[in-house]
């Protein structure tokens, strides 16, 4: 069993950065592929990026390539998303996941193993 405990949300005005956290309880962090999503009012859940185990290897939609990074610390058994010129669309609920599959596919499939309960970013134009 895994619980993810996401923190770092709140509110930003356009252009500004936050950096989200993810912390995980439970063993075998590093079994774990990891990634965010996230879901705006009104809208469906939409995948914000996904890191592989080591942390080698990261991806990203196109709409998030370049403004956003995901990191993670093994040792911490934490995952980072840092947002960076950011915008009022960027404004959502973002849940951290964690999941047996592959990295490289997170973004294809809906069904995570684990979801954090999520934090909200709120972007002020």
């Known amino acids: 069993q895994v619980q993810l405990v996401e923190s770092g949300g709140g509110l930003v005005q356009a252009g500004g950065s936050l950096r989200l956290s993810c912390a995980a309880s439970g063993r075998a962090f590093s079994s774990y592929a990891m990634g965010w999503f996230r879901q705006a009012p009104g809208k469906e859940r939409e995948f914000v990026a996904a890191?592989?185990?080591?942390?080698?290897?990261?991806y990203y939609p196109d709409s998030m390539k370049g403004r956003f990074t995901i990191s993670r610390d093994n040792a911490k058994n934490t995952v980072y998303l840092q947002m960076n010129s950011l915008k009022p669309e960027d404004t959502a609920v973002y849940y951290c996941v964690a999941d047996t599959g592959t990295a490289q596919t997170m973004g294809q499939r809906s069904a995570m193993d684990y979801w954090g309960k999520g934090t909200l970013v709120t972007v002020s134009s």
């Open positions: 890191i592989s185990r080591l942390g080698s290897k990261t």
